[in-house]
């Protein structure tokens, strides 16, 4: 393991910089008492690189041609914290309240569409993959789209691989599911090539034009609002609202809110974290 850069205190110029570069490419809002975190998560970067601390690494970002290196920095900044079923309720939601709706508004046949956002290393989205089989007599022949995004392509790496060590299938994950979908691997345990393709991971940032992603019909955006600002958490979540279907709806995390943030979405079913659009002439037209 890479011991954190050792070096005289960051000089707050430095630590502005970093920061500004953080919130612009990923809106991740650090303040001062995680200067830490750059120490302790770039460190590898700084190594890797030859360079002597971490303004060091901050000159060198400013340099033509440093995108990969930025997104590097960016990446290793993201918390990649995720496991199956984390929290249990969205996902008994969807399959005891939303599932049900969304297939008795739509015509037989008719697919859905379902977006984990920020979707780490994939275990929230084959936590749906694994509902989505065992709602099947419900879907019938619906067609049902899942799509993962994330900025952090090493960790999309790992969810299209879909191996995971003991320790995370420990977390969350029943283990019925793991028995009928996963394979034992010598390096851990491996989703079944069958729930692994029901998923599609692609690399997507969430600051990003997001129109090109389609309409959804259930939206996961977990865990993710907590690192931005109320700007940012208003944009993303107006954002997001734009590629819902009029019934759609969206989980955020247990310490996630709406609430004097977007007038674009309304909760539903007086469920705390579950989100539907606001479909009135009237709200579509402020923001």
Known sequence: MTAAVKSAPLPPAVFDAFAALLRARSGLVIGQDKVYLLETRLSPIVARLGLRDLAHLAEKLRAPGQEPLIAEVVEAMTTNESFFFRDDKPFTHLRTRALPALCAA?????????????????????????????????????????????IAREQLARARDGLYTQFEVQRGLPMTMLVKYFRKDPDG?????????????KVWNLLSDLRSLGRFDVVFCRNVLIYFDAPTK??????????????????????????????????????????????????????
């Open 106 to 150: 739509r015509p037989p046949g008719t697919g859905l569409r379902i977006w984990s956002a920020a979707a780490s290393s994939g275990q929230e989205a084959y936590s749906i993959a694994m509902l989505l089989c065992e709602q099947r007599a419900l879907l019938g022949t619906r067609k049902v789209q899942l799509i993962g995004t994330d």
């Open 234 to 287: 208003g944009r993303v979540l107006n954002a997001i609202a734009a590629q819902m279907a009029p019934d759609a709806v969206l989980y955020l995390g247990g310490a996630e809110t709406i609430f004097g943030i977007t007038d674009r979405l309304t909760t539903m079913d007086g469920e705390r974290g579950v989100y539907t659009p606001v479909t009135s002439q009237a709200a579509r037209a402020t923001g």
């Open 189 to 201: 345990w491996r989703i079944k090539d069958d729930l692994r393709a029901m998923a599609e991971f």
